[in-house]
């Protein structure tokens, strides 16, 4: 595990995502073997037996806080920190690989950083970010950003954080440490900002200008959202949380241990889809 070229790291913070983390280390070991790295917070202790059994699964702490939201924003703000790797992949854990992905560690040799946009890639549309009605909101977006300290303008991109590979540079370490200090913003905002990190990562991502490479929808498919796709080739990541996950994705992650484990959680677990925590 010392000196790991590359590797994979995910964010765990309370046992409402508990079943699909289950699935993604599932996903990941189907095509896989490279270290695993899970933020963690909230867990009961008791249950990580059960994410070690995939093998080189690395449990680390994870920023903790009653709101698992909070926690898990604060977790990807120390990605770069926590990664042991040369090469990083980070995903969320409500994802599924659908094949493996080197080749995005093969990109990694030439770039800091890979990304996806978001399904709305324009900063200044992004009604998401901010509280209140979306279509009320509009013409606000930029302005409010732009008012609260984080300096974004009309072509700043909307970036999905659930897939982010880096490579360890000083260009990333100090993108990091800038998303972090816009981060800290969004934070203050409350009263106008939803606790979303696109906002801050889009301001981090302007202010440090990385060498980066945008990737097709290919390597961050979000099935909720497939009328907004044009797709060319096949999927690789599937962005999806396991309960709405289509039949051939269940299938990628489907063994004797998670049919048993996806019974048990019926009864043991929490449902995920109705986390208070996500509409805070």
Known sequence: MKNATRGFITILTGIYSFQDCIHFLASVRKFHQEPIIILIDRVPWILYPLLQRFNNVILKPAPTNQNT??????AKLSLYANSEFERTIYLDS?????????DVF?????????????????????????????????????????????????????????????????TTETLF???KHYFEIVKNNQE?????DQGAFAA??????????????????LSKWQDAYTITGEIKVLHCTYPYRPQYAKNITRSLFTRIFDKLAKIFLPNQLTNPWRTK
């Open 204 to 221: 981090a991502i302007a202010s440090v200008k990385p060498n980066l490479k945008i990737l097709p929808p290919n390597y961050n498919y």
């Open 192 to 196: 106008k900002l939803l606790l979303k």
């Open 69 to 74: 939201v909070l926690a898990s924003r604060e």
């Open 177 to 179: 440490a800038k998303f």
């Open 106 to 170: 093969e990109f990694l040799e030439k770039q800091d950083l890979l990304l996806t946009e978001d399904v709305q890639p324009s900063i200044a549309k992004a009604t998401n970010l901010l509280r209140g009605n979306q279509k009320e909101n509009l013409a606000q977006v930029l302005p409010t950003l732009q008012a609260v300290g984080l300096p974004l303008d009309e072509d700043s991109i909307q970036y999905n954080g659930g897939f982010i590979a880096f490579r360890k540079s000083e």
């Open 94 to 102: 409500d994802i599924c690989l659908l094949s493996d992905i080197n």
